[in-house]
């Protein structure tokens, strides 16, 4: 199961409040990914970055399929979401 958002919500204190490109902290998503593919890394922070054009590639990669196979151009599968040895090999850790 992957879990995310469509757009941040801006910088606390006030800015939570508000979204938009006119809001600084709105680009700022975040991305909850839980199954027996995935290894169990809990809460994470000072990670590689990670966009909303991974999520497809990733849950393609996590049912078996390389979306970038179909979809030339599309942005690699989050790896750090994929256990070992699960998924299509292009779905390796973020370098």
Same mark, same amino acid.
């Given at each position: 199961m992957i879990v995310t958002t469509d757009h941040g919500r801006g910088d606390p204190p006030r800015g939570w409040r508000d979204h938009g490109v006119k809001t600084a902290g709105s680009e700022a998503i975040w991305l909850a990914v839980i199954g027996p593919d995935t290894p169990a890394l809990g809460e994470r922070s000072r990670t590689a970055v990670v966009?909303? +054009?991974?999520? +497809?590639?990733? =849950? $393609? &990669? =996590? =049912?078996? #399929? !390389?979306? $970038? *196979? #179909?979809?030339?151009? &599309?942005?690699? /599968?989050?790896? !750090? $979401?994929?256990? *070992?040895? +699960?998924? /299509?090999?292009?779905?390796?850790p973020l370098k």
């Open positions: 966009t909303q +054009a991974q999520v +497809a590639g990733t =849950l $393609a &990669a =996590l =049912l078996g #399929e !390389d979306y $970038a *196979a #179909e979809m030339p151009g &599309a942005a690699r /599968p989050v790896g !750090d $979401a994929i256990r *070992a040895g +699960a998924g /299509p090999a292009s779905a390796g």
